[in-house]
């Protein structure tokens, strides 16, 4: 038997509370990592101890031992589906990454659990059209986007259908629609009618419709604007769109003009914002500009992408920026970001 698991049955041995915290260590340290090398029995007693001190010890612990079991295939299952069900920042990894949870967990955690629980089940690697329809039956806008830019998202023709209706009202979805290979030829020839001019060239791009419907698809949206159902935002560039579309382009020098217009600081404070390390002051200026959560997490994403660290460290860091984000007063931050537009210095001091 390998020392550090003797040691490791020692710290078993040991029922104070105190000890708790430093039990979990060891175990994800020295027994959970790839190079372990324990026999079946040891892995099953590793086990065993892990389901007696779990819920006793504090998130810190948690999240290490999550992030430990995040990819592994042979973990109790209802110590996957604990940790599933945890706050967000012990869970995401468990989320995003683990197999083991079955799509009737993910039903019921969508369900069940927050937002961000939500946000983190639309972007597991794959999606089935179970999952995908209880995510879309949220009806919430930032949860159907980030499931549409989610290429491993299976959704049903169906309920795909109904969500091509809902971009009538929700502008932010048009862009990823028309990024699915699942979209068909009738339903882009739909929100042709719904869309601003480059969407629409993009869809006379990459999509075989009859010159005839998209003549008629323009008498109905002209219909449509008469009748004043037809969405203002679709008639003037949208400057979230446009960095969102920025983003996913990873055109570094637009998302810099985009993300600027956005905010409304100078280029200097804006860049700096926007790559530096004070993921705060990103999220308090984003939140302030009226940016949704999805948005803020592509911008995230995208400019900590060359950062240094593990995928797994990372995936924690951004749940965190997540949750934190949620927490923003919307009426503080515009009050902070009026005091970072006349006084660009402070930004450093402020969001810490």
């Known amino acids: 038997m390998p020392a550090h698991y003797e040691q490791l049955l020692e710290l078993a041995m040991c029922r104070a509370t105190d000890g708790k915290g430093d039990l979990a260590a060891s175990i994800a340290e020295t027994c959970l990592a790839p190079n372990a090398g324990l026999s079946q029995s040891e892995l099953s007693l590793t086990f065993d101890i892990v389901r007696i001190i779990v819920e006793s010890v504090e998130v810190k612990i948690r999240r290490h031992l999550s992030e430990y079991l995040a990819e592994r295939d042979d973990v109790p299952p209802d110590l996957v589906t604990f940790l599933a069900n945890d706050e967000i920042s012990v869970a995401y990894p468990v989320l995003v990454h683990n197999r083991m949870l079955h799509d009737d967990e993910l039903i019921n955690i969508v369900a069940n659990q927050t937002k961000k629980h939500r946000l983190a089940v639309s972007i597991r690697p794959h999606v089935s059209e179970a999952v995908s329809d209880a995510l879309l039956q949220t009806g919430d806008p930032d949860i159907i986007e980030t499931l549409l830019y989610n290429k491993g998202a299976e959704i049903r023709q169906e309920t795909f259908d109904s969500v ?78 446009a960095l969102r579309a920025a983003l996913r382009r990873n055109d570094r020098h637009e998302i810099e003009i985009q993300f600027t217009a956005c905010v409304e600081l100078d280029a ?33 994403t995208q400019t900590r992408r060359r950062k240094s660290g593990t995928d797994q460290k990372q995936a924690n860091e951004s749940a965190r920026a997540l949750a934190f984000y949620e927490r923003i007063d919307p009426s503080s931050a515009c009050k902070l970001l009026k005091k970072w537009r006349i006084s660009p210095s402070s930004i450093s001091q402020n969001g810490k």
């Open 164 to 241: 091509v209706n809902t971009a009538r009202v929700v502008e932010s979805l048009h862009l990823p629609l028309l990024h699915r290979r699942d979209l068909s030829a009738d339903q882009a020839w739909r929100l042709y009618t719904w869309v601003g001019d480059t969407l629409r060239a993009y869809i006379l791009a990459n999509f075989d419709i009859d010159p005839k419907t998209i003549e008629s698809a323009t008498d109905v949206a002209i219909d449509d604007a008469m009748q004043g159902e037809n969405d203002d935002a679709n008639d003037a560039p949208n400057t979230k769109d």
């Open 268 to 300: 200097v404070p804006a860049t700096k914002i926007l790559y530096g390390r004070n993921i705060q002051a990103l999220a308090i200026a984003c939140k302030a500009s009226g940016m949704s959560v999805a948005l803020f997490d592509m911008i995230l």
